[in-house]
């Protein structure tokens, strides 16, 4: 049953559309961008946002702010 007074959750962006997005921009930047300015050659399979989006969907959409990244760098970088 439907409760009118409680919210209606927003879909998440990342969707089917997302995923192609990612493995799209993983394959034209398949290379950790951290390590890389390190001199370390590692894959990468996070794709990033740089600024935190935070629900702004033209900040998640734009490419720009997009980096990818290893898991390790990906974690040790958020955690911060």
Excluded at 5 to 11: E, G, H, L, M, S
Aim: hydrophobic residues 30%; charged residues 20%.
């Amino acid at each position: 049953m439907i409760d009118p007074a409680r919210p209606v959750k927003a879909a998440s962006p990342y969707n089917y559309r997302w995923q192609q997005a990612r493995e799209g921009f993983l394959r034209k930047h398949p290379l950790c961008a951290r390590c890389h300015r390190q001199g370390i050659v590692e894959p990468a399979c996070i794709v990033d946002h740089i600024i935190p989006h935070r629900g702004d969907m033209t900040l998640f959409w734009d490419r720009s702010n997009w980096q990818s990244l290893c898991g390790p760098c990906h974690n040790s970088y958020k955690q911060r």
